[in-house]
T-cell receptor, first 111, second 113 residues
Framework: QKEVEQDPGPLSVPEGAIVSLNCTYSNSAFQYFMWYRQYSRKGPELLMYTYSSGNKEDGRFTAQVDKSSKYISLFIRDSQPSDSATYLCAMTYVTGNQFYFGTGTSLTVIP | EAGVVQSPRYKIIEKKQPVAFWCNPISGHNTLYWYRQNLGQGPELLIRYENEEAVDDSQLPKDRFSAERLKGVDSTLKIQPAELGDSAVYLC???????????FGPGTRLTVL
């Protein structure tokens, strides 16, 4: 079993839709949870960063962590064509430095 | 603030040839990572440095891959000889020691023919 599982998609939604991206994980020791956005032929860009359980909001993006279910989500409100990218979840221990990535979900927002 | 710099951005070589990638991390970042990313996959760690010390190289194929970070700043990753299966994007990332964030460079896309 992989440490982090992520549905690869692809996911295609109309502009303005609410997008939900999810990851599950198996190691309860993970404490920091991240979402990266990766455009085609670019490196991953840190989008959201959350410690432990709870929600974090940044503009149209909300990251949610449910440690009891070992489940994290990224919600994108009012999705835009510029949101079309691959979204990678990642997580690490409290000591940091070792990061575990999902396989990424490919998202296309259709104008 | 400048981000993580990598060069070259693209490299095409024939199998059995050597190849080297260079990375300059964000100023002040002690930790440097090299990852390999295959198409449709997440990044997989090859090696992690804390300053000039390689603290995790368990996933580095040491028969053909080598890396160095001599002065604890920039780093070079080498493959010799390259094989067809080495075609991938090689990503460099940096972060603070014991930190919980890392920042990626644009990557080097390697094609082995």
């Amino acid at each position: 079993q992989k440490e982090v599982e992520q549905d690869p998609g692809p996911l295609s939604v109309p502009e303005g839709a609410i997008v939900s991206l999810n990851c599950t994980y198996s190691n309860s020791a993970f404490q920091y949870f991240m979402w990266y956005r990766q455009y085609s032929r670019k490196g991953p860009e840190l989008l959201m960063y959350t410690y432990s359980s709870g929600n974090k909001e940044d503009g149209r993006f909300t990251a949610q962590v449910d440690k009891s279910s070992k489940y994290i989500s990224l919600f994108i409100r009012d999705s835009q064509p510029s949101d079309s990218a691959t979204y990678l979840c990642a997580m690490t221990y409290v000591t940091g430095n070792q990061f575990y990535f999902g396989t990424g979900t490919s998202l296309t927002v259709i104008p | 603030e400048a981000g993580v710099v990598q060069s070259p951005r693209y490299k095409i070589i024939e199998k059995k040839q050597p190849v080297a990638f260079w990375c300059n991390p964000i100023s002040g970042h002690n930790t440097l990572y090299w990852y390999r990313q295959n198409l449709g996959q997440g990044p997989e760690l090859l090696i992690r440095y804390e300053n000039e010390e390689a603290v995790d190289d368990s996933q580095l194929p040491k028969d053909r891959f080598s890396a160095e970070r001599l002065k604890g700043v920039d780093s070079t990753l080498k493959i010799q000889p390259a094989e067809l299966g080495d075609s991938a994007v090689y990503l460099c990332a940096s972060g603070l020691q014991q930190g919980n964030e890392q920042f990626f460079g644009p990557g080097t896309r390697l094609t082995v023919l």
